[in-house]
Nanobody
Framework: HVQLVESGGGSVQPGGSLRLSCAAS????????MSWHRQAPGKDLEWVSG???????TYADSVKGRFTISRDNAKNTLYLQMNSLKPEDTAVYYC???????WGQGTQVTVS
């Protein structure tokens, strides 16, 4: 069955870095566009970044220049490198393969 499992969240001081990972299984990862989303307390779900099957990527303005999305198709894994973290980046981060309706369980990122 389709599964997405995020890891790498945690607590970090402002200006710090974290790398999130999302291990995918149950579908052809290399063919799938993938994305990261986040939800801060009391706020709506927000799209953060996306990466196409060919490696092309896009970013929300709020993270552009600080976050980098990447994928390793050999490992069926999606990544989000987050640098220069700010308190407003605090949220639960989710990876998704929206074309097949798959979402991970989320990983908490706290910047304070």
């Amino acid at each position: 069955h389709v599964q997405l499992v995020e890891s790498g969240g945690g607590s970090v001081q402002p200006g710090g870095s974290l790398r999130l990972s999302c291990a995918a299984s149950g579908f052809t990862f290399s063919d799938a566009g993938m994305s990261w989303h986040r939800q801060a307390p009391g706020k709506d779900l927000e799209w953060v970044s996306g990466i196409y099957s060919d490696g092309g990527n896009t970013y929300a303005d709020s993270v552009k220049g600080r976050f980098t999305i990447s994928r390793d198709n050999a490992k069926n894994t999606l990544y989000l490198q987050m640098n220069s973290l700010k308190p407003e980046d605090t949220a639960v981060y989710y990876c998704a393969a929206r074309s097949i309706g798959a979402w991970g369980q989320g990983t908490q990122v706290t910047v304070s």
